[in-house]
């Protein structure tokens, strides 16, 4: 009784015009999203905070070159099941309701990383960060088509930043989870990790399922999930399918350089000062300035993505992350310089990715929107998965790590010229 006066009260708030004083349900389907995305952040980060002290009590080794190897391993298989996840939770969303979906995949990745706490070996913690992998993969796709089917058209745009702008808060989070309680050991760091459970209350008891899904909900029943899935290949979603994986890929490949051997060009640095204090914390300072820097750059977007477009702000942040990275990874020679630039940095790098929560949901109808998006998103996300395994071969091909992040990150010309093939979306409205 009380899901479907939920879903009754859905119905009506969604169908009310553009203008309008926005309802209980619009701000909690907002929230519940923000919430879900920001822990998503925090779980995905916890492990990379945690890895050296892990992975090296694990495998009894103080050994950094074992421990970084076996470390990879371990990112990479989290990412790739990131990215599967991503787009069979994508296809599980169409077919099954966003906030169902949304709330399974909470589930799953604060279950599989509280889990990790309690690894005994270095495998059962690969299989456990692999298992939450799943859920952090899913839960963007679920999330971004709740917000964007319950919003209206002039205010879609800024909430969806609001969502994305939860991921620099996860990252946060994290680093804070690591500053206090890391001198506690690595298990209680990513036993923090289950706190995110607590979401589904809000998800399950509070956000019934958007009124644009629900008209569409039976057609999508109807036919198999393989059908679904397809369905953002064929005539007329082809090509936008394809700009979408470009774009993403482009975005997410170009920074994955700086991102993966920051943190190793910052030990390498401070080992060349005399006085380079506590490095954990340096990184961990690093981090926080570019997430930082990275609100700034969503908060910007509210405003740039409704009066330029969708691909000119795109365009925008692109050639603003090539120039950073270029100016970072080819000037910074001491750690005073880095941490000057991280803010920058994220503004636009990490800031970019806020393009994505506005245009992707928008190249979609709603019968595919979470498959296609997600599709987009995480197949970007898998290719990174190579990254933590290439990472050694990439630093020797070009001789050292801010001469091979700046070779990396050239790869933004890519969306910088692809986003153009795509269709602009502002002012369009959703496609049911």
Known sequence: MGTTQGTNAASVESAEPQGFKLSRYQWLALISAFLGWMFDSMDLNLFTLVLVPSVGQLLHSTDATEISKIGSYIISGKLLTWGIGGVLFGVAADRFGRSRVMGWTILIYAAFTLLSAFSRTWSQLAIAQAMAGFGIGGEWAAGAALVAESWPGRQRARAMQIMQMAFAFGFLVAALDNLLLGRFGWRIVLGVGAAPALVTILV??????PQRWVQVRESVIAESAWQTFTAIFAQGLRRKTIIGVIVSSAAMLGCWGGLTFLPSWIHQLSFADADHGDISRTVSYAFILMMIG??????????????LGRRMSYFIFSAGSLVVSLVLFM??????R????????GYFVIGAFGTFAAYLPELFPTRVRATGQGF???????????????????VVKFGSFPAASA????????????????PETKGVPLDN
Request: aromatic share 14%; charged share 10%.
């Open 204 to 209: 399950r008891r509070f956000v019934p399922e």
């Open 294 to 307: 990275a609100t700034l750059g969503y908060l910007t977007l509210i405003w740039m993505l409704d009066a």
């Open 331 to 336: 000037t910074a020679h001491d750690i005073g």
């Open 338 to 345: 880095v941490l000057w630039l991280m803010p920058v940095y």
């Open 376 to 394: 987009c998103w995480n197949m970007a996300r898998a290719l990174t998965s190579i990254g933590p395994i290439a990472g050694n071969a990439v």
């Open 407 to 422: 070779a990396v990150s050239l790869l933004f010309i890519v969306g910088m010229v692809s986003i153009w093939f795509g």
